[in-house]
């Protein structure tokens, strides 16, 4: 099965797992005859229940800190455990279906990193004087114009594919020319087809770098910032313009999209109304696009990122052993995970959906998902007051409330409110 085909069905869970088995910050730092990496595996049937299909895991390779600063790409961080470890988590994944993604930072090194003559220097200075990443001293730049630095990338990728990764997300490829990645992933498609390869990319032309760079995908950080930003602002009209962007991508590609990773403010901590957190999961799950869910979101965990010294701390913070602790408003939140996911799994066709809107103002908005004749309706209302949907009056002729905040779902409806604050999902009746 290609990367096209699997990645259709794809819903990530996103772990960072030097702070999820905490490895870091630690002090004194576990070794490798711990095996943390081991504790993710246990995770596995939790992910499983959740509705995930795959496990996106952040650095797992050696590096001094926080996993960003590598300094051995073959190796698995001692703080995790070893090869073996990681060949362990491969086969429990399989033997659950999961797809596994890793974390490639190939950017930036770490200052123990052995190939000094692989670093981008600082025009004519010193030979030690290194260029950095985004003026963090101790990420020192990879020179990408370097041949063997695009030998080093593409047989690191292999080795890990050949292990029984699924695919790649692309640390800070932002930073990167498009033409080094055009140099490295065509190679690395070529041994593995069916792999996938996403970029970390935060603004720009998103369509002109996945051209350029052949990735097959970029992190959507447009939308993420539209959907929290329209929800706290009172503002749709931000979300329809973020959403027009958006289906001008998926005419090339489907993004990776998300309301929560693991260098973000946790969605819950963003929100200012935790009454709008189902909203922004509702948009998640019901536009194009391949979305992740960040291990700890599905039970409304909280977590301020801070521009810092370790300000990514409370947003990576240690997992026990499984079961998470869900109670309380932590049970509410994963159930709607849960079911929002399965209405994702139950329509695939989500995937390459465009939006329409059908109706628009500040604090109200009503839009189509559709990809054929396949469409669901959205209505999304975050007013104090009660939102009407006449589906006759919207070009619709009728339908179904297949779920919603205080809606149970319905055999038919015409005509509906949204309660303030609440949600819809509709599926409309085909018309002749």
């Known amino acids: 099965m290609s990367a096209g085909e699997w990645i259709q069905h794809a819903i990530w869970w996103q772990v960072y797992p030097l702070g999820f088995v905490g490895a870091h910050p630690a002090d004194p730092p576990p070794t490798a005859d711990e095996h943390r990496l081991l504790r993710i595996t246990e995770w596995f049937d939790h ?84 260029d950095t990443f985004e003026g963090h001293g101790e990420l020192r730049a990879l020179d990408h114009d370097k041949p063997e630095v ?13 292990r029984g990764a699924d695919g790649w997300r692309l640390d800070a490829a932002y930073a990167v020319a498009d033409r080094f990645w055009a140099q490295v992933l065509p190679r690395v498609r070529e041994a593995f087809p069916h792999a996938w390869f996403v970029g970390e990319v935060i603004h720009g032309d998103y369509a002109a770098c996945v051209g350029d760079s052949s990735f097959d995908s970029v992190t959507q950080y447009e939308l993420w910032k539209a959907i929290w930003s329209s929800l706290n602002d009172g503002n749709f009209h931000e979300l329809d313009w973020a959403l027009l962007r958006h289906n001008e991508f998926l005419e090339s590609f489907a993004p990776l999209t998300f309301v929560g990773n693991h260098d973000v403010t946790r969605i819950a901590s963003r929100v200012d109304d935790i009454r709008h957190l189902g909203h922004a999961l509702v948009l998640l799950m019901t536009v194009g696009g391949v979305p992740s869910v960040y291990a700890g979101d599905e039970a409304g965990y909280r977590g301020v990122k801070e521009e810092r010294f370790g300000g990514d701390d409370a947003v990576r913070p240690e997992f ?9 408003h932590a049970s509410d939140v994963f159930r709607l995970h849960q079911y929002l996911i399965g209405l994702r799994r139950r329509h695939p066709w989500l995937h390459a959906a465009r939006t329409l809107p059908l109706a628009l103002t500040n604090r109200q908005y009503i839009y189509q998902s559709r990809a054929g004749s396949e469409t669901l309706v959205v209505a999304l209302n975050i007013d104090d007051k009660p939102l009407r949907v006449a589906l006759p009056e919207l070009g619709l002729g009728g339908g179904h409330v297949v779920g919603g905040s205080g809606a149970p779902p319905q055999e038919a409806v015409s005509e509906t409110d949204v309660e303030p604050h609440g949600w819809l999902v509709i599926a409309p009746t085909p018309q002749p």
């Open 320 to 328: 026990g052993s499984p079961p998470m602790d869900i109670d309380g």
């Open 150 to 162: 695009v030998e080093y990338t593409v047989d690191v990728m292999k080795h890990w594919l050949e």
């Open 47 to 130: 992910a499983i229940e959740l509705g995930a299909s795959g496990v996106a895991l952040g650095p797992v390779f050696a590096s001094r800190t926080h996993g960003y600063d590598t300094t051995d790409h073959y190796r698995i961080d001692p703080r995790l455990g070893d090869g073996s470890d990681f060949d362990t988590l491969i086969a429990e994944a399989r033997s659950r279906g999961l797809r596994v993604l890793l974390d490639g930072v190939f950017n930036h090194v770490g200052v123990d990193f052995p190939h000094t003559s692989w670093l981008r220097k600082r025009g004519r200075g010193s030979a030690d004087d290194f």
